[in-house]
Nanobody
Framework: QVQLVESGGGLVQPGGSLRLSCVSSGFTFSDYYMSWVRQAPGMGPEWVSGITNSGMATRYTDTVKGRFTISRDNAKNTLYLQMNSLLPGDTALYYC????????????????????????WGQGTQVTVSS
């Protein structure tokens, strides 16, 4: 079955950095677009960033552009999110999400800007930005 396991969250001061990782199993990782989604307390899920199956193209929500970088290592079935210049507003539970198969790319979050179907999300890793 599909498994997505995030790690790397924690407490960091404003301006600090964190690197999230997501190890995937149970599907052919290199065939799927992938996304990061976050959810702050009392808020709905927000799509943060997405990456194509090859890793050649990425997209970000406006609030993290220039600060976050999504990447993937298909040989290791692992998705990453490098987060720099963190702000208190970045505090949330961050989820790794399997997006669409590359053949269904027009339905992917890179094109829609909406979170992927929540059938294939990890358990989340907490990021707290506070002094």
């Amino acid at each position: 079955q599909v498994q997505l396991v995030e790690s790397g969250g924690g407490l960091v001061q404003p301006g600090g950095s964190l690197r999230l990782s997501c190890v995937s199993s149970g599907f052919t990782f290199s065939d799927y677009y992938m996304s990061w989604v976050r959810q702050a307390p009392g808020m709905g899920p927000e799509w943060v960033s997405g990456i194509t199956n090859s890793g050649m193209a990425t997209r970000y929500t406006d609030t993290v552009k220039g600060r976050f970088t999504i990447s993937r290592d298909n040989a290791k079935n692992t998705l990453y999110l490098q987060m720099n210049s963190l702000l208190p507003g970045d505090t949330a539970l961050y989820y790794c999400a399997r997006d669409t198969h590359y053949q269904d790319y027009l339905s992917s979050s890179i094109y829609t800007g909406a979170p992927p179907d929540d059938n294939y999300w990890g358990q989340g890793t907490q990021v707290t930005v506070s002094s």
